[in-house]
């Protein structure tokens, strides 16, 4: 009798063993959602769009978490050149510390060895051209909204930065997030592999505003709350939430009461332009260095931000409990 309880308990291990592994498998993913790494524009013999690539570069806030941080710190970045992409940022989280990588075009410590194809399923499926799964904490979420061209455009823009030798240190993760395999099974139940789809009953710009705010922008990343998986909670986007940092309170940004009701576009485009609030505040930390990649957009592309932003529906803003 014991020895067939000991049997059965053996064959359920290895039966939860091999479903953990086939499940997590980065190719489980691509079976169940589908193809996402479409061939680049580059591959049909066009050329990339720098300009429009650095628009989306600029959009993406890249440089907000992977620019070099000054030596001797791992905090925000603030050296003035923040086209150097070594990385090595601390982003503190509810789930360990994450320290960004280098994203620079550097052979051997960044990017500098990929193809626009590894690019393009890093952004969308969060995987490494050696098949490891990257943390969610790199927002690609939000950036398998993005089209194939302005995430192709976005990578020859970024190649043509200057290469920065030097590698960030690992992770501190405790158990289990250090199992970096598990990551997975959070894709499966939370990344679905859906493009931006435009809204034919809306116009150009208010489109254009929607696929900035939710695709290259990630603006939903931080203004919202988050489940015990830390994946964003639907109703609760934009709203405002925990600053996954430890630094407060990240504000509502729907137009309600408790968030941004009654701004007119013309003040929330200031905002993305200069950081200066219509009650003549400026921002600063985190949002500070998002202002700083929005202020280098074309305007045209913050007013249709700011257009699609004020039309969301009005909820009402986190609060902190007591």
């Known amino acids: ?85 070594g990385g090595g940022y601390a982003l503190e989280s509810p789930f360990g510390t994450f320290y960004t990588p280098n994203i620079s075009p550097h052979e051997q410590d960044g990017i500098g060895s990929w193809s626009a194809a590894d690019f393009i399923r890093a952004m969308r499926e969060g995987m490494s051209p050696d098949g490891r799964h990257y943390y969610p904490a790199f927002p690609y979420t939000s950036y398998q909204r993005m089209s194939d061209a302005d995430l192709s455009d976005m990578f020859a823009f970024m190649q043509s930065l200057p290469p920065v030798e030097g590698r960030a240190r690992d992770h501190d993760l405790p158990f289990p997030f250090n199992i970096r395999r598990g990551v997975g099974l959070w894709k499966l139940a939370f990344l679905d592999g859906h493009r931006f789809t435009p809204d034919s009953s809306k116009s150009e710009s208010w489109n254009r505003g929607a696929y900035l705010v939710n695709g290259p922008g990630h603006c939903a990343e931080c203004h919202s709350e988050r489940n015990f998986a830390g994946a964003i909670i639907d109703e609760r986007r934009f709203a405002g939430g925990p600053d996954p940092e430890g630094r407060g309170v990240v504000p509502n940004i729907t137009p309600s009461p408790t968030g941004i009701g009654g701004w007119s576009p013309e003040e929330l485009v200031t905002l993305l332009t200069t950081g200066e609030t219509p009650n003549f505040d400026t921002v600063s930390g985190p949002m500070g260095s998002v202002v700083r990649n929005t202020s280098q957009i074309p305007d045209a592309d913050r007013q249709a931000m700011a257009e699609y932003i004020l039309s969301l529906s009005p909820k009402e803003g986190f609060k902190k409990p007591e």
């Open 1 to 85: 009798m014991m020895r067939r309880a000991l049997a059965g308990l053996l064959f359920l291990i290895a039966f939860g063993a091999l479903g953990f592994l086939a499940l997590t498998s980065p190719s489980a993913y691509r079976l169940i959602r589908g193809e996402t790494a479409a061939a680049p524009p580059a591959a049909s013999g066009s050329a990339p769009n720098l300009e429009n690539g650095k628009t989306m570069f600029f959009a993406g806030g890249c440089t907000s978490c992977h620019a070099t941080p000054n030596p001797g710190q791992t905090s925000t970045p603030n050296q003035e050149d923040r086209l150097r992409l």
